[in-house]
Structure formats: C-alpha cells, structure tokens
C-alpha cells in the first residue's frame, strides 16, 4: 500500500468519525461565525480548496479549538487592527505546544468583524505527524512555504506567521519573552504582495507548560524539533506536560505598511524585520506590565 494510499484511507476514516460526531461537537457561535465568513473561499465541486482546506470539517475542528480557547480565557486587545483583505498576522510564538496559535486564530474567527479565516502557516515536521496533518490541513493551515504564502495573500487571506518558528515555541523558561531571531521571509512576502504586518503580543502562553531544557536525544528519537522537559516532572508524571490553565492576553498593534523591493539585499531587509521585532516586543512589554494576574 503507498504511503498516498494510506494517507487517503485515513483522511476518510477521520472524516467518517467527524461526521458521525459532528452534531454533538459543532459549536453553535462557531458554525454562525463560518457563515459569516466573506464569500472569498475557492472551494471546488467536493468543497475543498487548492490547500486541503474543507469548511464543513474546519466548523468541527475549530468547535474543538473553542474548547482550548476558553480554557486559557483570553483577553483579546487591538482585534480592530485586523484589516479587511490580505494581511500578515505576526505574533511571538512561546509555550511548546501550539496552544498560541490556536488561540490567535480562534480570536481572528470569533472576534474580528466581519470575522477572519487565518491561515496559519506551519513547519515543514508538522506534515509528517499522522491525524494531525489531515485535521490541520482541512482547518486551513497550510505548509510554510514562500509559495503557499503569496498565493494565499494574492487571493486576499489572512495569513498567521510565526517568524521565531521553532525556535520561540521551543524556548525555556530562562529565555522567556525574550524574541529568538526573526526569518526574514516574512518581510520580503509582505514587500512582494503589498500586504500589511499586523504584529500581535501574546501574553500567558509562556507559563502554560514551563519548559526547563530541550531535551535534544527525545527530540531526534521522535524526530520532533525540540522536546520539553516539563518544570513538574516527574512530581506530575506525564501530567506535566499539559498546559496550565494560565490567562492569554492577546494584543493586536496597528499595522505595519513596509515600502521597498522585495528582493532587496539582507541587510536592507534586516532593518525591516527589525521594524516588526521591536513592535512585537514593545506589545509584549505592554501587555506583560498590564497583566493583573497569571490565571
């Protein structure tokens, strides 16, 4: 059986599972908010579009995303800031497991008005994990590549980007809400396909599961990038890998309009990254201080 096969034989299976779930799962504000959705989905006969994005599947999981979402209990700040049409959605990227994204992207779909489909873009490891790959894909993630990312902006979505990657979601509790670098990718798409940066501040996810090192032996074991040594390990056993239920603070800055060739030298770019960088550590530092309390 090819590796095509199997993957196609899955994809049904899950698909099978959501349908027969699907009444009991389906969240109300969520399916209304899918509903609400501007009419700029290209979805073909089977109601996929060219991604693997499929928007009955994607109402189901992002019912089970709202779970997740009222779990950290978000405050959301600045969800005006979200412009209509194409735009980058830029956070810092913390907390191990990608609860930050999720919660963004939930905010972008629950909050914004009219509300906002984020297409988040992921590593290039995330494809390769079974179950997941199918639910991510029909939800609208999409893999991180430069292609994937100018034909979603040309076609006026909202793409949700992490420029640390890895390395910010990955980080220990020593470096936390400190910004690892920033990839310059990010910039030269915004300068290619005239998008606006919307830099975003999330607050809380950095003490959702406190990470003390990478344990790097685990990590090629499991063929993951980074991997975790929970702070309460092994007082909680394999309970401390998952998430506090610390309070998200979401802030959205106002957008960033960048001016300049796209294929610019680096250092030209550079200067430009660091225009967001510093936006989305000034938004950190803000948030951090108006903070009231972790849960």
Not at 136 to 156: K, M, Q, T, Y
Request: glycine share 6%; net charge positive; charged share 20%.
């Amino acid at each position: 059986m090819t590796e095509t096969t199997a993957l196609s034989r899955r994809d049904n299976r899950l698909h099978d599972l959501l349908g027969s779930l699907r009444d009991f799962v389906v969240d109300p504000e969520i399916e209304a908010a899918f509903r609400a959705l501007p009419q700029t989905l290209s979805l073909n006969e089977l109601g996929f579009d060219p991604w693997g994005f499929h928007k009955e599947a994607a109402v189901v999981y992002y019912s089970l995303a709202k779970q997740v979402y009222r779990y950290f209990r978000p405050i959301i700040h600045g969800i005006e800031n979200v412009p209509k049409g194409r735009v980058l959605i830029v956070p810092n990227h913390s907390g191990q497991l990608p609860f930050d994204a999720m919660v963004v992207a939930t905010s972008c779909l629950l909050e914004a008005q009219p509300p906002r489909l984020v297409r988040p873009m992921v590593e290039r490891w995330v494809p390769t994990l079974p179950w997941v790959n199918v639910a991510f894909s029909r939800s609208g993630v999409v893999l991180g590549d430069p292609i994937n990312c100018r034909n979603l902006l040309e076609a006026d979505n909202a793409i949700l980007v992490f420029p640390e990657g890895v390395r910010g979601s990955g980080k220990p509790w020593s470096k936390r809400y400190q910004l690892a670098q920033f990839g310059r990718g990010f910039v030269r798409l915004a300068l290619q396909t005239r998008a606006p940066i919307v830099p975003v501040g999330v607050v809380g996810a950095e003490e959702s599961i406190i990470s003390l090192a990478n344990l790097k032996p685990l990590a090629k074991l499991f063929k993951a990038p980074y991997f975790p040594l929970p702070a309460f390990l092994p007082l909680l056993g394999p309970f401390a890998f998952l998430p506090l239920p610390t309070r998200f603070h979401v802030w959205f800055g106002e957008p960033i309009t960048l001016d300049g060739p796209f294929d610019d030298e680096d250092e030209v770019i550079d200067k430009k990254v660091e225009v967001v960088r510093k936006a989305v550590q000034g938004l950190l530092d803000h948030g951090r201080k108006e903070r009231k309390t972790l849960f």
